[in-house]
């Protein structure tokens, strides 16, 4: 079988899917764009130019190529726009997350990939995310008997982190955080239980004066087979970053995070007693942006 030929878009994010395709048994990673190429020293440009992977010097170059693929990178508000125009070159597309940045946009994308025929992703990382898959693996097994309630957080701390003095704080971009990296803990939820019937949200602003939206929030949703869940999302908390997820169980409790290098488990099945509940730990790789996977 021919090795696909992966383009990629956007090279910060883009990084990591650029190293997957290169180092992938079948795939090929056969041209890079980044509109900063030149005067961004965040890019390890060492990587392409060792590795003598062409640099297109426009995206309509990429669109042009011979690439299977084209994979999205970019800052969010150009999602749509790439993803619809990589799909119309008949390329088939790997979109990072969020899928754009308004429901009508979502819904021109989806068009444009009926229309082509091609095979579309998002790039919900937490899907393959090690400790993620487990847990999923374990509910699935009953472990923790019927699934009743869980949380999912997505906090971090931008206030200084490079790109929230650029994009991510342009209020013309008006960049929303419970889409940007909320979407990494709804969509964990949605994996594991289901699409909610019933959403409802609420934010402040208390950390981040200058930023365009609301810094902080919290989602509650009802899913199928009457299961609550609740998501938490911040980008101005003081404590480094975690996607801490709980997931509860009639019969047990399990506690995970993409950055933690064990899962744990609650059984009650194996313990004589209430007093005597206690979890035990399961080691787990990390891999928190395992595009590889993807």
Request: aromatic share 8%; proline share 4%.
């Amino acid at each position: 079988m021919a090795k696909l030929k992966v383009a990629v878009i956007g090279l910060r994010m883009g990084a990591a899917w650029a190293t997957a395709a290169h180092t992938q048994p079948n795939t090929i990673l056969s041209l890079v764009y980044d509109k900063f190429y030149a005067e961004n020293d965040r890019i390890n440009k060492s990587f392409f130019v060792d590795n003598q992977i062409p640099i297109a010097k426009s995206e309509e170059e990429v669109y042009a190529s011979d690439a299977d693929i084209v994979v999205i990178a970019s800052p969010d508000h150009f999602h749509c726009e790439q993803s619809i125009k990589a799909l119309r070159a008949g390329k088939h597309v790997a979109c990072e997350k969020p899928l754009a940045s308004n429901l009508d946009e979502c819904r021109q994308i989806i068009a444009a990939v009926k229309e082509s025929g091609k095979f579309f992703m998002t790039g919900q990382v937490c899907r393959y995310a090690p400790g993620f898959v487990l847990a999923k693996h374990l509910l699935a097994e009953g472990r923790i008997g019927e699934l009743v309630y869980l949380e999912s957080e997505h906090a971090q701390d931008y206030t200084h982190d490079l790109g929230f003095q650029n994009w991510r704080s342009d209020r013309a971009v008006n960049r929303h955080v419970l889409l940007s990296g909320g979407c990494h803990a709804m969509d964990l939820m949605r994996w594991l239980a289901g699409d909610p019937s019933e959403v409802f949200c609420y934010m402040n602003q208390k950390y981040l004066p200058d930023c365009p939206t609301p810094d902080t929030g919290v989602a509650v949703a009802k899913f199928p087979a009457d299961v609550l869940g609740r998501v938490f999302v911040s980008v101005g908390v003081k404590r480094p970053y975690t996607m801490r997820t709980v997931i509860n169980g009639t019969q047990g409790t399990i506690i995970c995070d993409n950055t933690s290098e064990k899962i744990q488990i609650c059984e009650a099945s194996s313990c004589q007693a209430a007093q005597k509940l206690a979890f035990a730990e399961i080691p787990v790789q990390t891999a928190s942006h395992n595009v590889a996977s993807e």
